[in-house]
């Protein structure tokens, strides 16, 4: 299981050849081997918080932030709620095998577009031990081999979950190298990313640097998820009322994650009228308000400091809001366009005109009509589970599920065609 | 037009504009301004031909080889296949705002996943003019704006072909900006691969010094095409003589391009009774052959030189076979995996079972049974065009056409959902 006694190589040598068998197993197996996990996971959860209270209780978590504290700590009831979201992966569609397309060409070659896994899919995450659990089962049932590279300080945690995938895998008849947990060290990292041919993808879970760090050294495909900065557009035919639950969700109710607002534009024709309302309520809620000059005149006497240059790019990830007034739709659009991350923005509006201007304008994985941005994310969107979010264009844009995990190949059936 | 005045950011911020105005256009319009290149191209067709003779009479074409004279070499025919095409490509269906799924949210929010235009795709080229046209009609009718960076051995044809499209473009109403010319010199090339947020995807057609330029410099998402090291494997239930007119064709036919044999495997059934016939007959057609010892001791007398180890993962690009005896379709796929490039290979076989481990078991784009391998091209799989041939396994595999050109965006129409 640990890589103590094997190199980096020989688990993602192991890992490209179960890919092979497990992309050829059927979805009866795949499923099985899900359902085993669950039962696995309730078995034995008294083992994997024994696991965890042994990582929580090491000299090396004695310096982490209550935060990551929160995050690297397991529940009997969190154990129960990765072995649900199993069985819910379990019952998603497998996409591999589907047919995309189908046609016939001019020189009569039937041409069949298929749905295949990629192959070796890498995760690189930090704290929260329920990612390897998500992560392989995701993996597992579109047919991918998972290599799992956690934080150190969930070293244990990780592994005796790591182990009941691998124990599931083996009573199901897979190979245990469908999942491969690598150590959480910096050489392990740079021999993952450099694994031409026997890395696939990699999804990086984590902060800039991690992100910094993989960019330097990468020449396997990486799928990178920039920061979110999400916003909120406050048409001018908005209702106020709809317009500040929306603003104070996206921004209140986790402001630590990538779907959350850090961005309040407001139209000049409504900032007086809803401003200093919503200010008052989100200045309320603790959140620290920077603003434009014709926000902080529409603020209704709430503090809000002059926002600098640097605040329109900045995602908080805390309870801080950016506000801004704007001249209409068009000029919402070209702040979120220059300014977004291309993650989530929002506008609230009673006029399908604006939603409609607004939906094609901004050039973002998921645009909302009259909802929070809270709302990006794979399970929302029936994924099951998400194993990252992409706000890159090319491949996977938004949520990454089962799907975005699978590629297509070409296989054509003729009778001895010759190109002419 | 050129860039002797604008620096490339200048050209780049003017696709990047234009791309929003485009990627709005209607399906008519767009078919409108092609309609448009295809006239223009036939009453023009005199100035292109004058540009393209000034090209090959300019001092810089003396040094060129008779094949690359002949690529740079413009016809009238060839300019009107060029109309032709831009007419295929206006007749096929446009994707942009192809609901690729519809569903609703458990908080009933209707979700729809849509197509959309990638934004800014650039085409780096090499001497052919023609290409200047197919990749211009592709982007456009998916919605791109394109930038163009051809040989600096091409830059008057290219210059009145590109100003064809423009004036077709201003002509239909549409910004210049959708099509933008850049120069053949090094520091442009680094310049868009280095344009972050304005160029939302590059794609080399050119060879090895071209892809290791850009890999150096690149920070915009780049698509790459690998060599094409393909296969022909002649299963022992093969009819022997569609086997052989298969690789034959594979090789011979055009043995210059991406998806041309380099490679036969034939199994040691069926070796001492194909090889020397298809070897004869190969050589007969001026190809040389190297290959392993069972090959060689199989190949009837016909002249074998042992191949080496750099031989299986060559693309010769020439008259040139690699040529070795295998031990059935599995230990075919074991040496397909481990020296092709995923492009494209093929299997002659009567048996079905033998097909499906082929196709499954072979991890390459276009995997075919009994047909030649060189079916794969955007033209012949219906795409119109291509831009390129991806043997990249994230976003596009095999043929890039106009449906690889787009990515999607979630639209979310919800009446106040917040996240609880």
Redesign the interface.
């Known amino acids: 299981m640990a890589t103590t006694e094997r190199t980096v190589t020989d688990a993602l040598e192991a890992a490209k050849a179960a890919s092979?068998e497990l992309?050829?197993a059927s979805t009866e197996v795949k499923n099985a081997t899900l359902g085993r996990l669950a039962v696995l996971l309730r078995e034995r959860s008294g083992d994997v918080l024994e696991a965890n209270a042994a990582d929580l209780a090491d000299d090396r978590a004695q310096g982490l932030t209550q935060a990551l504290i929160d995050r690297l700590t397991l529940t009997p009831e969190g154990v129960e709620a990765m072995a649900e979201g199993v069985e819910v992966v379990a019952s998603l569609d497998d996409p591999v095998g589907d047919e995309l397309e189908r046609?016939v060409?001019?020189?009569g070659?039937e041409?069949r577009k298929v749905c295949v896994p990629?192959?070796v899919v890498a995760v690189i995450y930090e704290a929260r031990p329920n990612v390897t659990i998500d992560c392989a089962a995701l993996c597992l049932k579109s047919g991918n081999a998972i290599v799992l590279r956690g934080s150190s300080y969930a070293e244990r945690s990780n592994g005796a979950l790591a182990a009941l995938v691998r124990e599931a895998l083996t009573d199901s008849g897979l190979p245990e190298g469908c999942v491969e947990l690598l150590s959480g060290d910096r050489e392990e990292l740079a021999a993952l990313a450099t694994a031409d041919g026997l890395v696939?993808?990699v999804i990086p879970r984590g902060g800039g640097g991690l992100k910094a760090a993989l960019k330097e050294v990468a020449t396997v495909?990486v799928?990178y998820a920039a920061a979110g900065v999400c916003h909120v557009y406050v048409h001018g035919d908005a209702?106020l009322g709809?317009a500040a639950?929306?603003a104070i969700?996206?921004k209140v109710?986790?402001p630590g994650v990538c779907n959350a607002a850090e961005t309040l534009l407001v139209d000049a024709a409504v900032a007086d009228e809803f401003l200093p309302q919503v200010s008052r309520e989100l200045a309320g809620a603790s959140v620290d308000l920077v603003g434009d000059e014709r926000a902080r005149a529409a603020a209704g006497g709430v503090e809000m400091d002059e926002a600098t240059n640097v605040d329109w790019d900045t995602e908080y990830h805390d309870l801080k809001l950016s506000v801004a007034v704007v001249d209409g739709v068009d000029e919402a659009i070209e702040h979120i366009n220059a300014h977004g991350t291309g993650h989530s923005d929002a506008i609230v509006t009673a006029s399908d005109e604006a939603?409609d201007a607004f939906?094609?304008?901004v050039?973002?994985?998921?645009?909302?009509?009259?909802?929070?941005t809270?709302?990006?994310d794979g399970f929302?969107?029936?994924m099951g589970a998400e194993i990252g979010n992409s706000t890159?264009?090319?491949?996977a844009?938004?949520p990454i599920g089962m799907r975005e995990l699978t590629?297509?190949?070409?296989?054509?059936?003729?009778?001895?065609?010759?190109?002419?």
Request: charged share 20%; with cysteine; proline share 2%.
């Open positions: 092979i992309g050829r046609g060409l001019s020189s070659i041409m990629l192959g696939d993808l495909p799928m209702d709809m639950r929306i969700n996206a109710q986790r939603a939906t094609t304008g050039d973002s994985a998921c645009v909302y009509v009259n909802a929070s809270r709302f990006t929302e969107f029936g890159q264009k090319l491949h844009r938004g590629t297509y190949k070409y296989v054509m059936r003729g009778n001895g065609q010759i190109r002419g």
